[in-house]
């Protein structure tokens, strides 16, 4: 387990901790979630603790910069990396067993767990403290996070977290377009069968299925409660959905259940055409064996691949602006922009389609992405 400590911060303590991880050649993630004040903690840490290499990530840094602080961390060339949540996912640095969060009542259950999830990834005892501020009293939700990400730090216990976060937010409408935190990206059941799936990786079980791809896009894709008024329907249909956009499901399946749709309750309105169309796509990327297809700061990440150079350079040939990084087996594209607006919904969908037919060539097919 991850030793865990919830207390108020205190330089003597955040010192001794850097230090400690320091004698072992460690190294140290400390998350503070102010862009606007981050370089300052970057500076009064370098004070604390001189000895130290410190680097800063955050989000409005340029993508070249920010990818090359992050190789140059993983190549051991920092010891601490002071950041925003950026490194919440996707990161897996074996060395660093240390994190420290600033003002750790400010953050949801989900998300501490998650960052929680940084450090441990090797042999070496991992730490984990989540500091807030002593002068400042904590609320009761604030208390009961700390609390229980406390009380719950063995391998598996995703499931207890998750069972209290709901408990402390409420279970909220996991069916409708307002939807927020992890419970919105994945879920509550296929959450915990994530974490069902990572512990019996640990354990050396051979789990069933594939990845799960990460795939986010800004698009209004969701059943409505005036086309179907049924909670228990519309949550049939999400599931019949999600097993026709499996690789392993036949090619017209997902064509299957738009006409189910809509011989029951009519013309699908346009939220149900993207979601649709947004099912085709997810089929795509999970026949492609990709893990991520995500928007962020104008630009769409495709990742992992490996791409030969003959590809790259018709991919920069069709996509202007397009990069890839070796380093992450990833691929960057800006977005379109139309009249000064980024592409939305069913256009953006179609044109992701278009880019992961340009990288993968023939074994993706066009018609499988069209609405």
Known sequence: PILTFVGPYNDKQVGAAIRRELLREGQIFFVHNRVSSINRVAAQLAELVPE????????????HVLEQVMVDFWERKFDVLVSTTIIETGLDIAN??????????????????????????????????????????LGEVAHDRLAT?????ELGAGMQVALKDLEIRGAGNLLGGEQ?????????????????????TFRGEV???????????????????????SERLRLEAYQKLSTASSPMASVDAIDHVLEELTDRYGEPPVQVQNLIAVSRLRRMAQKAGLSEV???????????????????IRLQRM????????????????????????????DLIEWTGQLLVAIFGAELKVEEVSA
């Not at 927020?180 to 974490?195: C, E, K, P, T």
Request: net charge negative; charged share 20%; glycine share 10%.
């Open 319 to 346: 996509f202007p602006g397009a990069r890839y990084f070796a380093q992450t087996h990833s691929v960057s594209v800006p977005l379109p922009v139309r009249q000064g607006i980024p592409l939305a919904d069913a």
């Open 52 to 63: 130290a290499r410190i680097a800063v990530a955050h989000g409005q840094l340029p993508e």
């Open 207 to 229: 789990a069933e299925g594939q990845t799960e791809l990460r795939l986010e896009l800004p698009v209004d894709a969701h059943i409505p409660e005036e086309y179907v008024e």
């Open 96 to 137: 660093a067993n240390t994190l420290i969060i600033d003002r750790a009542d400010k953050y949801g259950l989900s998300q501490l767990h998650q960052l929680r999830g940084r450090v441990g990834r090797g042999r070496e005892r991992a730490y984990a403290y989540f500091l807030y501020d002593a002068d400042k009293p």
């Open 294 to 312: 995500v928007t962020a700061g104008g630009n769409l990440r495709v990742a992992s691949m490996e791409l030969a150079d003959s590809i790259q």
């Open 149 to 153: 990400i406390a009380a719950n730090n």
């Open 180 to 200: 927020s935190g992890h419970i919105a990206g994945v879920g509550f059941d296929l959450y915990l069968r994530m974490i069902g799936e990572a512990v019996s």
